[in-house]
Nanobody
C-alpha cells in the first residue's frame, strides 16, 4: 500500500534551518507531482510547495518563497523540503502529499 513517512521536524530557534524528508513506497514516485502542505495550530491546511515530475519545476507559497526549497530524489523515492530563515509563523505540522495520499506529518516548532 501507499506509504508516506515524513521526518526531520523538531524545535528550532527563529532564523534557524530544518530539512524535512518524506520517504515513500507503494507507488511509482517518479510519476507523481509532489506537494508539501502544512497546518498551523488552530488553522486550516496551507499549501507550501509543489514539485513536478523531474524536479525542474517548483512552486512556492508567497509566505515561504526565497526561504524554502523543495527537491526530490526519484531514485530514492524521497521528497525533501529545506527550510531556512525559519519564523515563528512557520510553526505547523508539515505533510507530504501525492494528490491522493497523505503522510502522517512531522511537527515543526519555531520558538526561542
Amino acid at each position: 500500500q501507499v506509504q508516506l513517512v515524513e521526518s526531520g521536524g523538531g524545535l528550532v530557534q527563529p532564523g534557524g534551518s530544518l530539512r524535512l524528508s518524506c520517504t515513500t513506497s507503494g507507488f511509482t514516485f517518479s510519476r507523481y507531482w509532489m506537494y508539501w502542505v502544512r497546518q498551523a495550530p488552530g488553522k486550516g491546511l496551507e499549501w507550501v510547495s509543489t514539485i513536478k515530475l523531474d524536479g525542474d519545476s517548483t512552486y512556492y507559497a508567497s509566505s515561504v518563497k526565497g526561504r524554502f526549497t523543495i527537491s526530490r530524489d526519484n531514485a530514492k523515492n524521497t521528497l525533501h523540503l529545506q527550510m531556512n530563515s525559519l519564523k515563528p509563523e512557520d510553526t505547523a505540522v508539515y505533510y507530504c502529499y501525492t494528490g491522493d495520499n497523505w503522510g502522517q506529518g512531522t511537527q515543526v516548532t519555531v520558538s526561542s
